[in-house]
Every structure is written in structure tokens, then in C-alpha cells.
């Protein structure tokens, strides 16, 4: 409790002295008062003549000092040696008010010389004084005399008396800000065989000098906002400076080399972590760090070590022995390289790194080789300094992770030069749709029409009911090889029937007759008029007869009869007798048709099944929508538009997709020839009433390489193809948006 005062402090208290400036000396004595004057030559005037050319003399230094740019301690210790030397005191103290509400000794002289310790409760007693004459309102200055209590302040009962308990006189002066507000006391121990009319000139005095304190502070206040005003612009220029890059290094560079300037250190380092390991940026003073050195490798290594520690590493000049292994040795492993006096390393986290397990982003690494005695203000500016460039590191961070930053930054440049963002966006959507509309413009791009058809082979046939009839049965199975008139479905005809039956009735009825007519010719004794009226029957009857036996003959073979009346069957083809066949090359390409045709009254138009060679060539089967005809018309007549093979016939090349195989294309090609000239309606597809036009696109020529030939494991007949024919090149814009163009034209413009 040497230098602590508790107060109880419950706030500030207002002190309305008098102005105490005309106290260097005692006041004039009155006239009526002129024979109690003690004479001029006696010792005790000339003691008073000696002291006051000595409160003049401190008078002018007290104001040389108060008018200083000195730290409090030194003012404080020069301003107490001042107050004593000069009216001879053997001891004093300085007390000042802290933030908390205690009084605090700001500096002493002599003071355990007293005796407060002497006498039984003598510091307690005279803690009470300080107490109660700094709480008093208004402040006044006091004096008590050695063993004397303070006159005026009745102590409670069982509390300790404010009581003087040593040998010398106790002056009291209170020091006061601007406000009036109690700042602190100057205490002044005064030897006690002193002429007791000089004590009260002590004591002005006393309020004098302590007059200077609360100057000094009042110039130190202004001074300090002065210096505030400097700091706080110096940080604002600081913070724009490091916020106006986000490039890492550079961020760091700025932290490093003007965060020295304002923390007033030797040297400052600066780490930002990127992933798992921690990278020193910038060193103060160093146009480049060479990160292969050692000494920036151990700087590395005690950066790690402290952000795993998590927490600020001070050295000055000893090392705690509770650190860590880890940093321990990371701090020895530095201190080799560099002996700083005063080392602080601390992680920078910035508010937004949420994950307080998660080491910070930043780290700063401050170095002094001659640091002052009070290295707290040097600590407090290295955690201004972390503060604001905490942000600034972790959005440099935060954009070297983003992807592509080679073609951001460039970005970034021209938005700055640009002044700003909106300009930028201006100046972007201008260009982007200038850049837009000339490669609409000026790029060629192919002109494709989409269209969808069938895969079948190129030799094709279909099979047909003879006549009319009720389908009765397949004969065939899908994908079953079939040969010349071979029969695929059977029919059953009661028209059919009823003619075969009766033609078959006629002529067994002829032919009995027949019979019967012979028999007769062959009797004896028959009269040659019934002869030969027999024979004229006869006749008759055989050519009935043979007439319905040829009709019989001709039935079944053109409606394929079988052997029951009214049954047919259809057959395939006989196929084209200029193509070399064997039994294995044509097959059922229909599927199963069953639930469709059993039961089913069919007629000769209607085909039944399908029957290609499947070994022969194959073509794509495409159903050209109408509005797709004239660009593939225009394509085919326009030179520069088609092409041409070596037998000088015009084609266009066509994407085919298959769809049993739908992540790869194959070329086909559309020969002019191969395009019908006739529209037909679209009768495969419901809900599409547009017209279209049957075209062939032929696939896997010869001249093609075997790897843009279609696999012939993907030949399926009958699968969905889409196709999308080339009609040249045209303008991007027109290549895209040929539909719109067209939509427009036929809606508006035709209108009108």
C-alpha cells in the first residue's frame, strides 16, 4: 500500500478554490496593523526574504516545466525536486488520480524518511487525510501539524482519524484539470523549527506550484489531442494505403513498412497464412524477402509456432519458461539469427474468422534493439496497427483463393481506372453488346436444320394382303430370316371363301355330269341324236368344269390359298432378281406386331411387315420439316453452300445421332437426288400437323474413314435418328436466330 490510495472514488467532485496566482508571497500586513510588522532585520525577515527569491525561482521553473513536452514521470520527479529544493522541505509526494478512483503515487521524495510508519496506525491515519481533503467540496488546500488532526472533519466512530502522526508539517495542494475536476495532490513534508507565520506561505506556495501541475496537464491534454489528431490521420492514411491493393504482398508490404513508421519500431514483419502454412510476406525496409535464407525460414518456423500457440509471444530479454516446447524453441532457433531487446509476435485475426480452433490469417512480428523504458505504448500501437490491417490481410487472403485470378485482376485494374463500379458496368455492357453485335455479324457459322427420321437399310420391302381378310396369324418372328415368297402372316376371307367354295361346288357339279354324260355315251344301241346330244352336254360340262378348275388354280395362286376355303397367306416378295441374296441377308425388320394386326381387317394397300437386307447398305430414312426445305434448297442450288464428290453430284453433310447410342455423331450425307419433291403429311407423328418431305441421308460411304463409319452392332432398323443438316455457312446471328428472324418477318413485316 506504499504508492495505492483507496478513495471509495463514487465520481468526480468539482473544486472551487480561489485563485491562489498572488500567493508567492505572505499578504501585505493592513495599515492598522503596521505595529504588529516584525522589524526588517530580525532573522525571521530575512528568512522570509531568502525564500521568497527562492519561490520566485521556482515559480519560473515550475512554469518552464508545465510548458514542456515531457513524459508525467520525468515532469512529475523535476517538478517535486523543484517544490522542495526550494523552500528547503526534506520530503514529498505527488499523488495522482487513477482511472479506477484510487490515488496513486506518481513520484516521492524522502518519504519513508517521515515516519509515517513510526507511530502505531500512522499510514492509515494519514491515507485518511489524502481521502477526505481530495473528496472534499469545494478542494481546498490543507495544513496539519506534525501529531495534529484535520481541523474541521469530525471521524465516525470505530473509523480511522485523519490524523498527521509524524514530526513535520503536512501540506496538502490539490492539482485539478481544466474543469476544476480533481486530478490529484501535491504533499509537501515540512520541517517543523520553522517561524510558524511561514507555514500559511508554505502552504500558497504549495497551491502555487501544484497551479503548475494541473497547467502542465491542460498543456498535455491539448498537446495530446494535438498528437491524437496527427495519429488518428496518419492511421486513416494508413488504412486507405493498405486497402487500396489486394494483392498480398503488397498489403503486407504497406503493413510492414508504414506500420513501422507509426509503432516507432526497428524492424516489422509481416505473415499471412495461405492453407496450412504460413508465409512471410514482407519484412520492413526489405525490397525482397528471400525465403530461402535462414533467417526468414526460422521467421517462418516461430510464425507457425505462435499461431499454434494462439496467442501474443513478448520477449524482453528473458524468455518465460512456460512456453510451449514447440515455440520455445522456435523463439531460440530466431533469437540466434536476430537479438532484439523487445520481440513481440502476435496473430491477427480478423472478426469475420469465426473458427476461434482455426489458427488466425495474419501475423506480425515487431523488433526493437533499443526500446524504451514503458514498452506498453510501443505493444498498443503494434495492436492498432494488427487491428486495422487485419482486414485488409485477410481480403488479400480471402482473393488469392479465388479461382482465375489472372483474368480478375486485370478486371480489377480497369473498374479503377474506369472510376468506379458503375462506370464499369456501363462501360462492360456497351462494349459486351458492340463485341456481340459484330460477331453476329461477322463470324460465319453453318446453318443447321434439325430433323428426325428412321435407320433402315437401303433395300426394302414391304409386305401386302393378296385381297381383303381378317388376320389370323403371324408366321414370323421379328428379326427372323426370310427368303423369296415366304409366308409371314395368314388371313382368313368369307368373300374369298364363298367364291372358292362355289367355283370348287361348279365344278365338282360339271364333273359329275360329266360322269354322267360318259356313262350314257357308252350304252349299247344308243340313237345317235341322244349320242350326240349327250356328247353336246358332255361338252358343256367339261368346259365349266375346266374354267373352275383354272379360276380354283388361279386363286390359289394369287391369293396365296392354303388348304382350307377362305385362308391365305402373305408372302414376301419375290425381291429384285439383279441383287445377289442368299437366305441370310434379308430379315423381318417389323417388330412385334401381333396386338396390332391379329384379329385386324386389313387391305391390299395396308403393309403388313417390313423386310430389309441387312447386310446391304443402310441410309437414314428423314422426314425434312417444310420450313427446313427451302434452306436445304437454297444450300443445294448455291455454289459455296454444298459440295460436290467425285462424280460431281451435289450433297450436304449431315450430324447423325443415333439415339441407341446418343454421346456420338456420325457424318452422313444428303445427295440432291435423294429428296423428294412432293410434300407429305407427317403421319407417323400426332401432334405434329406440319408438313414433311421424305429425303435419304446416305451413311457410311466409301470415302469415309473407318472411324467416322457407324458400328454395324448399332444397325437396328427402325430406331429414332436426329439429324442436323448443314446448309453452309451464314452469319452467327442469322445461324442462331433464323427462327426469330423468320417468325418476325412472316408475323410483321409480311404483315403490313
Known sequence: MMGLVRLHWTGAFRYDYPDYADLAAPPAPAEDDAVSTPPTNTPEAAARKQFGRKIDEAFEEASKLAGSSLPPAEFYEKFLNVTLSKIDAPAGVVWLR??????????????????????????????????????????????????????????????????????YYALFAPIVNADKSALGLLEVFQQKDHDPRLYQTFLQYAVQMAGYASQYHQFANVRQASGLEKVLTQIEGFAKLIHSTLNPTEVAYHVANEGRRLIECDRLCVGVRHGKKVTVEAVSGADVVEKASTHVRRMRALFDAVLKFGDKLVYRGTKDEGLPPDLSHALDDYLSESQPKLLVVAPIRDEREKNEKKPARSVMLLESFNPPEQVEPLIAKMDVVGKHAAGALYNAAEMKRVPFGFIWRPIMKVQEGLGGKHRFYWALGITALVLL???????????????KGEFLPRQTVNTFAPTDGEVRGILVQPGQKVGPHTPVVRLFSPTLQEKYVTSQTEAMQAESLMRLYNDRLTQPNLPVAEAEAFRREYAKNDAVATSKRELLDQMRVMYNLTGRPGEFEARTPGFDPGIPRSSDEWRILSGDVRADLLKRTVRPNEPLLRIGNVTGPWRVELKLPQRAIGHVARALATPGLHKTDKDGQRYLDVDVLLT??????????????????????????????????????????????????????????????????????????????????EWFYENVVFFF
Open 660 to 741: 441407341n447410342k446418343p454421346d456420338s455423331s456420325y457424318p452422313g450425307r444428303l445427295y440432291e437426288e435423294d429428296m423428294a419433291r412432293e410434300a407429305i403429311p407427317n403421319k407417323s407423328d400426332h401432334n405434329e400437323t406440319e408438313s414433311v418431305v421424305p429425303t435419304y441421308v446416305r451413311v457410311n460411304l466409301d470415302d469415309l474413314p473407318p472411324e467416322k463409319k457407324i458400328p454395324r452392332e448399332l444397325f437396328v432398323a427402325g430406331i429414332e435418328v436426329h439429324t442436323r443438316v448443314r446448309c453452309g455457312n451464314h452469319a452467327l446471328g442469322y445461324s442462331l436466330f433464323h427462327g426469330v428472324w
Open 98 to 167: 487513477t482511472p479506477q478512483g484510487f490515488l496513486q503515487m506518481a513520484t516521492q521524495v524522502n518519504l519513508d524518511q517521515v515516519g509515517l510508519d513510526a507511530r502505531r496506525g500512522g499510514r492509515q491515519c494519514h491515507n485518511e487525510i489524502l481521502r477526505q481533503v481530495f473528496q472534499s467540496q469545494p478542494s481546498r488546500p490543507v495544513l496539519v501539524e506534525p501529531q495534529g488532526r484535520l481541523a474541521g472533519v469530525t471521524a465516525e466512530a470505530g473509523a480511522v482519524p485523519a490524523a498527521n502522526l509524524t514530526d
Open 437 to 451: 453485335a459484330a460477331a453476329m455479324v461477322l463470324i460465319p457459322y453453318p446453318l443447321k436444320m434439325e430433323a
